[in-house]
């Protein structure tokens, strides 16, 4: 097996002085070509900033990210533009849609600003997969919160990236649409031998994953692998607390009124907004 992400002492801290936030405190761990990877743990843990800082959308305090062995952080703002737009399909956890443009405009921009052709046929199959036909030509705001996640989702998928970052992306969306999203992605990510980390509160998408990598206080508070290589006792406790931390996580989520978890105006502005699609495709066309 190959490589393919390193995280190296990763540390990020937001803002300074007495408001000072340590998001992530020293995370390192690294990751196979084509794992998938469930991250969980409680509201306000770090997560969305840890995908945020593999993603390239932001640069660490501290630490460094490699992918394919190369430092990402290295590189100047334009180039990691270029990486974002081509090496990973980040799906965030408050969509980022860019309210202007439709359904198939958000989901093809990354492939357009790259100045690349729009692969009409996996454009078209993954507007079908998603249950989007009819909605093309509609913007974010005329979508329901479900149907702006799955645009996200397409989006992030359009380029098939080596990489796939999904913060909680089945979080607005019932039982029978988050299957079926997750089976999207699993399949995706067994097909393209996509590497595939998902963010999730959901104990059944983290009982699906390979490995889970529970975050607590910006800290890894556990890191395992579990299925197929280890049947038995192991995987019978390794499961059950998942269920357990997945259900503190989402307990929590819901009880923190005005928290980092509580559900927000989808694809309006705010800090996730201007960090997020605003930059996360600008920069030179190469
Ligand atoms: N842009 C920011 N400026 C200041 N503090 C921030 C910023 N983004 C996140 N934080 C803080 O960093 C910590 C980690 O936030 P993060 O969004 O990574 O948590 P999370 O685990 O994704 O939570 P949730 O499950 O609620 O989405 C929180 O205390 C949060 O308030
Ligand atoms: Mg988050």
Same mark, same amino acid.
């Given at each position: 097996?190959?490589?393919?992400?390193?995280?190296?002492?990763?540390?990020?801290?937001?803002?300074?002085?007495?408001?000072?936030?340590?998001?992530?405190?020293?995370?390192?761990?690294?990751?196979?070509?084509?794992?998938?990877?469930?991250?969980?743990?409680?509201?306000?843990?770090?997560?969305?900033?840890?995908?945020?800082?593999?993603?390239?959308?932001?640069?660490?305090?501290?630490?460094?990210?490699?992918?394919?062995?190369?430092?990402?952080?290295?590189?100047?703002?334009?180039?990691?533009?270029?990486?974002?737009?081509?090496?990973?399909?980040?799906?965030?956890?408050?969509?980022? =849609?860019?309210?202007?443009?439709?359904?198939?405009?958000?989901?093809?921009?990354?492939?357009?600003?790259?100045?690349?052709?729009?692969?009409?046929?996996?454009?078209?199959?993954?507007?079908?997969?998603?249950?989007?036909?009819?909605? #093309?030509?509609?913007?974010?705001?005329?979508?329901?919160?479900?149907?702006?996640?799955?645009?996200?989702?397409?989006?992030?998928?359009?380029?098939?990236?080596?990489?796939? =970052?999904?913060?909680?992306?089945?979080?607005?969306?019932?039982?029978?649409?988050?299957? #079926?999203?997750?089976? =999207?992605?699993?399949?995706?990510?067994?097909?393209?031998?996509?590497?595939?980390?998902?963010?999730?509160?959901? #104990?059944?998408?983290?009982?699906?994953?390979?490995?889970?990598?529970?975050?607590?206080?910006?800290?890894?508070?556990?890191? #395992?692998?579990?299925?197929?290589?280890?049947?038995?006792?192991?995987?019978?406790?390794?499961?059950?607390?998942?269920?357990?931390?997945?259900?503190?996580?989402?307990?929590?989520?819901?009880?923190?009124?005005?928290?980092?978890?509580?559900?927000?105006?989808?694809?309006?502005?705010?800090?996730?907004?201007?960090?997020?699609?605003?930059?996360?495709?600008?920069?030179?066309?190469?």
């Amino acid at each position: 097996m190959m490589q393919i992400l390193s995280v190296e002492h990763l540390g990020k801290v937001y803002g300074r002085g007495d408001t000072a936030i340590r998001a992530l405190d020293n995370v390192s761990f690294t990751v196979e070509a084509g794992e998938f990877i469930a991250i969980i743990g409680s509201s306000g843990s770090g997560k969305s900033t840890l995908l945020h800082l593999i993603g390239g959308v932001d640069r660490p305090t501290s630490g460094t990210v490699r992918v394919g062995g190369e430092d990402i952080f290295s590189r100047s703002d334009e180039e990691l533009a270029v990486f974002r737009r081509r090496e990973v399909g980040l799906i965030y956890q408050f969509y980022n =849609l860019i309210p202007v443009l439709n359904v198939v405009e958000n989901m093809t921009l990354p492939v357009l600003m790259d100045g690349r052709r729009v692969n009409e046929e996996r454009l078209g199959a993954l507007v079908r997969t998603l249950g989007l036909t009819g909605r #093309e030509h509609h913007l974010p705001n005329q979508l329901s919160g479900g149907q702006q996640q799955r645009v996200a989702i397409g989006r992030a998928l359009m380029n098939a990236p080596a990489i796939v =970052l999904a913060d909680e992306p089945t979080g607005n969306l019932d039982s029978k649409n988050s299957a #079926e999203i997750m089976q =999207l992605l699993r399949r995706s990510n067994r097909k393209l031998g996509q590497t595939l980390i998902v963010i999730t509160h959901d #104990e059944d998408i983290a009982l699906m994953a390979d490995r889970v990598i529970a975050i607590e206080d910006g800290r890894i508070a556990r890191d #395992e692998r579990q299925g197929a290589a280890r049947r038995g006792d192991e995987t019978v406790r390794t499961a059950s607390r998942v269920r357990r931390t997945a259900a503190t996580g989402a307990a929590k989520t819901a009880g923190t009124a005005g928290g980092t978890g509580a559900p927000r105006p989808a694809g309006l502005g705010g800090a996730h907004f201007s960090t997020g699609a605003a930059s996360a495709w600008a920069g030179v066309r190469r």
